[in-house]
């Protein structure tokens, strides 16, 4: 069932997608990067700090992900529908939150349009440990559509910040090596240790490090 959004995708990208064929600036030539040009990429600061977000970001997605579920059913001692309705919610903010949030940065700027995201990323996980919202659950649904924007976040700062941080030749790779960072860190990493912290603390610190995630 999963697999079935990207396979949908994927028929639409190779249905609709077509490659530039009368653009002069497709056409135009760029000279092979060169050790230098990758030098480069990898002493620039703003790549850097993409890069550090990315872990940061990841960090956050995958332990809220993956752990609120089993706070909501194991420790608020919630029906598994009523998880499933809480992070359907929270995929649903994602998607709304992070697309406003995207647009706004072209007026605002992408650092106060991260950091907006940033500060409202903080407060899903701590919603998620509030059981008093449980009695409330359209409420709870709510605050986690609005304070969810996980997919603004990477667009903003995993692909439109990291490439504008290099020159356009340069671009992919600095796009990929910012993904490369965030999924060592934040998606291999940071679930392995927070899966020891639960285990000798409780499911609660998968939450809490989400929350520093964010804050990071």
Not at 58 to 86: C, D, R
Request: glycine letters at 8%; hydrophobic letters at 55%; a neutral charge.
């Amino acid at each position: 069932v999963a697999a079935v959004p990207a396979l949908i995708g994927a028929a639409c990208i190779w249905a609709f997608v077509r490659e530039p064929k009368n653009d002069r600036e497709a056409h135009h030539h760029h000279h092979a990067p060169n050790a230098q040009d990758f030098r480069n990429i990898l002493l620039a600061p703003n790549l850097w700090l993409c890069a550090i977000a990315a872990a940061a970001f990841m960090s956050w997605l995958y332990l809220l992900n993956g752990f609120a579920p089993l706070y909501i059913t194991e420790v608020a001692h919630q029906k598994p529908t009523t998880a499933g309705f809480v992070m359907g919610a929270s995929g649903m903010g994602s998607v709304l939150v992070g697309f406003i949030m995207v647009g706004l940065s072209e007026r605002i700027g992408r650092k106060t349009a991260a950091m907006v995201m940033a500060a409202l990323a903080v407060a899903a996980p701590l919603l998620i440990m509030n059981h008093a919202l449980y009695e409330h659950l359209w409420l709870l649904a709510g605050l986690q559509v609005l304070t969810n924007c996980g997919l603004g976040i990477s667009t903003l700062l995993l692909v439109i910040a990291a490439a504008e941080s290099v020159p356009r030749s340069m671009a992919a790779t600095a796009i990929g090596l910012t993904s490369m960072f965030g999924e060592i860190f934040g998606a291999t990493l940071m679930p392995a240790l927070a899966g020891e912290m639960a285990a000798r603390h409780g499911l609660q610190m998968p939450l809490m490090m989400a929350s520093g995630s964010a804050l990071v």
